[in-house]
């Protein structure tokens, strides 16, 4: 399965970006995560969804500020960003699970997408 992010950018601090993710085998649901990388860092949980829409996990550090959701009927995957900060700065990666999910844990996702760029300005 094939992730395809999008939506990444630079913005200034304060303001909001929605990412993107849409698997490429349409038909089927997986439960899906986003991870964070910064420069230096290990890859961070940051926010996950069930299979069916019903249950989301965030970590503790981004409650209220990010939100993960997804359509009805629609694969695409979304994290709204709102209020971000400098060290939201990092390469933002989606994976889905064959599972039902939510999982904070990276080991327990089976594909991955290619990442895409976020970087806040101070």
């Known amino acids: 399965v094939l992730l395809v992010e999008s939506g990444g950018g630079l913005v200034q601090a304060g303001e909001s970006l929605r990412l993107s993710c849409a698997p490429s085998?349409?038909?089927?649901?997986?439960?899906m995560g986003w991870f964070r990388q910064a420069p230096g860092k290990g890859r961070e949980f940051v926010a996950a969804?069930?299979?069916?829409?019903?249950?989301?996990r965030y970590a503790d550090s981004l409650k209220g500020r990010f939100t993960i959701s997804r359509e009805n009927g629609v694969y695409t995957v979304f994290l709204q960003m709102n209020s971000l900060k400098p060290e939201d700065t990092a390469f933002y990666y989606c994976?889905?699970?064959?599972?039902?999910?939510?999982?904070?844990?990276?080991?327990?996702?089976?594909?991955w997408g290619q990442g895409t760029q976020v970087t806040v300005s101070s």
């Open positions: 994976a889905a699970m064959e599972g039902f999910g939510p999982s904070e844990v990276a080991l327990e996702y089976n594909y």
């Open positions: 969804i069930s299979r069916s829409g019903a249950s989301t």
């Open positions: 085998r349409i038909g089927k649901n997986y439960a």
